[in-house]
């Protein structure tokens, strides 16, 4: 037997991604976050640049470690 199988949680519902994200996006207010048929993203600000990002993970939790990776990152300061 495929040791995924016997570790792996259930996918989550509709409802409970959608809280999920909700409660993702609390924790990281200047992201976006959202889940897409199992993969989650996040638009947010782009560290040391102008631009914005999207970041994709194939679950919440990676999703919440590249978040905290790009919060620790100083953002530049737009020019005057």
């Not at 947010?44 to 999703?63: I, V």
């Amino acid at each position: 037997m495929d040791q995924r199988t016997t570790t792996s949680t259930p996918p989550l519902t509709d409802d409970e991604a959608a809280t999920l994200a909700r409660v993702i996006g609390h924790a990281f207010p200047r992201w976006a976050v959202w889940e897409l048929n199992g993969h989650w993203y996040a638009a947010g600000p782009y560290p040391n640049s102008m631009c914005s990002r999207t970041l994709h993970a194939d679950g919440p939790g990676n999703l919440c470690r590249q978040l905290d990776h790009c919060e620790q990152l100083p953002l530049q300061k737009a020019p005057l």
